[in-house]
């Protein structure tokens, strides 16, 4: 699994083409791909963008935890997928998201920022990257509250 670090602006041209950052690309090192999911993000106002081994292995995460039998699971599953879409970078290493998801997020100026995140990449408007920075306090909180905690294994 590749690791995506860093955050880097890029513009969204009238089509809604956005290169893919070269870091990016070197990130990816042997298993550079052209093929990658696109789909709304769950919690925030913006896309995700996974390289197609790690879109797999997601999807085969979900499936060991789904029934699709199950009247929540079922309706789960179309909002999971609503809203994604395949996407090929093309020779000059762009790639075009559907208009609709841009809208959706937001991506209107075409100013955007592509932000690393473990195994994907998130795809938002610069204003909106800008504008939801936590301040330092805040964050050293959430840290404590997440990391803080006892450690669960025997090493001293």
Sequence with gaps: MTTFIGDYPCKADSKGRIMLPSAFKKQMGGTVQDRFVVKKDIFEKCLVLYPMDEWERQVKMLRSRINQYNRDHNKFLREFYKGTAEITLDAN?????????????????GDVVLAGQDGRILVLDKAIYESGSMNEDDFASLAEKILGGPLNNNEE
């Design 93 to 109: 290493n762009r790639m075009l998201v559907p208009r609709r998801l841009l809208e959706w997020a937001g991506i209107l100026t």
